[in-house]
């Protein structure tokens, strides 16, 4: 299939608050070249709408076509179409129907949403083309203008991301891979920084477990973590991973005094010994225990608080750090946040990475961190991509963040170096 083409030096810039625009995406289009090639399709019931449209489409060099017609439009898909652009209230016309019937259809074309309703209802819409497998390249909101699809254009067509989701490649690992990889220690601990925002500086890690597989390199957690829990090993597997971490880094410099982070399953949260064992584990690797920090999910945390009450309380009598992993996606309430004596919040990538475009998305970072401090808490942002995210966090007053632009997720020889290498 042709797809819409600019010249190699065209890109991007980044995109401001798509309140700014009624558009979902605003360019500076002297970033792109005059003209460009492609294929555009529309279906709206107002041919004042279709005309517009490919009027812009055509100013730039783009062909375009538009219909009213459901069946003339997804029997035009077949025609090499690089840009699909769908009103989604029509008369007679579902758009959301429409929307099955594209991904259906295995409809490759990157998908411009456009409607009159709410902007929330809009971005709802453009959550379910990723989910149905389809390429949301952006919304149009009516009224636009002629320099909305202009600009909304040139970008779709010079910017080659995808939001379509690929199907996993992994499947997870067998109960035998898991007891083998168990028992002879084919694990490994990989280490991602968290970042001071205020003064930039490493004020700790989160340790990632690895499984490195004999044939399929390295797995991730996901595939086999959820394995370990109901096989009642992920007792054993935590063992693993905390004594690795803290025999590692206790041969940092101790007046450093890096947190480290390690993730707990809340199965784990019904052994009265768990208190016990990790302090002997702390002794035997001379790792103070003030340095350690449970990360606990707010789900897991939910739905085993009972049982957790005990085990939780006497890890921060300890001088354990307790954190709420992935605040924001679970469904707990303000009374059982208050009962559990942790010392952060800890706000999920989903809403970091979608927060510089989304005024929803950054009401809940703002409202999380407001909400963490007002219980005493540290916050840390996960899934930081850009300098412009962490500056946007800085500014709303997030404590701490990590993500692929502080630095990837490495082996403790690496993080040796990268902590040399950024004056650690």
Same mark, same amino acid.
């Not at 019937?101 to 959550?127: F, H, M, T, Y």
């Given at each position: 299939m042709a797809r819409c083409s600019a010249s190699p030096t065209s890109g991007a810039n980044s995109l401001p608050s798509s309140s700014e625009s009624s558009a979902s995406v605003q360019m500076n289009p002297q970033t792109f070249p005059d003209r460009l090639q492609g294929k555009v399709l529309v279906i709206d019931d107002e041919p004042d709408i279709g005309e517009l449209i490919c009027a812009a489409a055509e100013g730039i060099g783009l062909n375009c076509t538009a219909t009213a017609s459901p069946e003339v439009f997804l029997a035009s898909l077949k025609n090499d179409i690089d840009v699909v652009m769908m009103d989604l209230r029509m008369p007679g016309t579902d758009g959301v129907e429409l929307l099955r019937k594209l991904a259906a259809n295995g409809c490759q074309a990157k998908v411009v949403l456009i409607s009159g309703i709410d902007r929330k209802v809009l971005r709802s819409a453009e959550e379910l083309t990723v989910s149905l497998g389809l390429d949301a390249a952006g919304y149009l909101q009516k009224p636009f203008r002629i320099n909305d699809v202009e600009q909304l254009l040139r970008h779709v067509c010079s910017h080659p991301h995808?939001?379509?989701?690929?199907?996993?490649?992994?499947?997870?690992?067998?109960?035998?891979?898991?007891?083998?990889?168990?028992?002879?220690?084919?694990?490994?601990?990989? !280490?991602?920084?968290?970042?001071?925002?205020?003064?930039?500086?490493?004020?700790?890690?989160?340790?990632?477990?690895?499984?490195?597989?004999?044939?399929?390199?390295?797995? !991730?957690?996901?595939?086999?973590?959820?394995?370990?829990?109901?096989?009642?090993?992920?007792?054993?597997?935590?063992?693993?991973?905390?004594?690795?971490?803290?025999?590692?880094?206790?041969?940092?410099?101790?007046?450093?005094? !890096?947190?480290?982070?390690?993730?707990?399953?809340?199965?784990?949260?019904?052994?009265?010994?768990?208190?016990?064992?990790?302090?002997?584990?702390?002794?035997? !690797?001379?790792?103070?225990?003030s340095r350690l920090v449970m990360e606990i999910t707010e789900t897991g945390l939910i739905s085993e608080l009972g049982k957790a009450l005990d085990i939780l309380t006497r890890l921060r009598m300890k001088g354990v750090g307790l954190s709420i992993d992935d605040f924001g996606t679970g469904y707990s309430s303000m009374a059982q946040i208050q009962r559990i004596p942790a010392t952060e919040l800890k706000i999920d990538r989903i809403f970091v990475v979608q927060m510089l475009d989304d005024d929803t998305a950054r009401a809940v970072v703002d409202k999380t961190i407001s909400l963490g401090h007002a219980l005493d808490m540290h916050i840390v942002a996960e899934g930081v991509e850009s300098g412009a995210h962490g500056a946007e966090l800085d500014r709303l007053g997030c404590d701490y963040a990590q993500g692929y632009h502080f630095g990837h997720p490495m082996l403790f020889a690496q993080l040796c170096d990268w902590l040399a290498r950024n004056g650690e």
């Amino acid at each position: 299939m042709a797809r819409c083409s600019a010249s190699p030096t065209s890109g991007a810039n980044s995109l401001p608050s798509s309140s700014e625009s009624s558009a979902s995406v605003q360019m500076n289009p002297q970033t792109f070249p005059d003209r460009l090639q492609g294929k555009v399709l529309v279906i709206d019931d107002e041919p004042d709408i279709g005309e517009l449209i490919c009027a812009a489409a055509e100013g730039i060099g783009l062909n375009c076509t538009a219909t009213a017609s459901p069946e003339v439009f997804l029997a035009s898909l077949k025609n090499d179409i690089d840009v699909v652009m769908m009103d989604l209230r029509m008369p007679g016309t579902d758009g959301v129907e429409l929307l099955r019937k594209l991904a259906a259809n295995g409809c490759q074309a990157k998908v411009v949403l456009i409607s009159g309703i709410d902007r929330k209802v809009l971005r709802s819409a453009e959550e379910l083309t990723v989910s149905l497998g389809l390429d949301a390249a952006g919304y149009l909101q009516k009224p636009f203008r002629i320099n909305d699809v202009e600009q909304l254009l040139r970008h779709v067509c010079s910017h080659p991301h995808s939001t379509r989701r690929k199907p996993p490649e992994e499947i997870p690992v067998t109960e035998a891979e898991l007891r083998h990889a168990i028992e002879f220690d084919e694990f490994t601990v990989h !280490y991602q920084p968290q970042i001071d925002l205020g003064s930039g500086r490493c004020v700790g890690c989160e340790a990632l477990v690895r499984l490195m597989h004999p044939t399929r390199g390295i797995v !991730y957690p996901d595939m086999f973590i959820v394995t370990a829990e109901q096989l009642n090993l992920i007792d054993s597997l935590t063992t693993l991973v905390t004594r690795r971490a803290m025999r590692e880094y206790a041969q940092l410099a101790s007046e450093q005094a !890096y947190s480290l982070s390690i993730n707990f399953s809340a199965c784990s949260l019904t052994d009265l010994k768990l208190p016990e064992q990790l302090a002997r584990q702390a002794d035997e !690797y001379d790792f103070p225990l003030s340095r350690l920090v449970m990360e606990i999910t707010e789900t897991g945390l939910i739905s085993e608080l009972g049982k957790a009450l005990d085990i939780l309380t006497r890890l921060r009598m300890k001088g354990v750090g307790l954190s709420i992993d992935d605040f924001g996606t679970g469904y707990s309430s303000m009374a059982q946040i208050q009962r559990i004596p942790a010392t952060e919040l800890k706000i999920d990538r989903i809403f970091v990475v979608q927060m510089l475009d989304d005024d929803t998305a950054r009401a809940v970072v703002d409202k999380t961190i407001s909400l963490g401090h007002a219980l005493d808490m540290h916050i840390v942002a996960e899934g930081v991509e850009s300098g412009a995210h962490g500056a946007e966090l800085d500014r709303l007053g997030c404590d701490y963040a990590q993500g692929y632009h502080f630095g990837h997720p490495m082996l403790f020889a690496q993080l040796c170096d990268w902590l040399a290498r950024n004056g650690e």
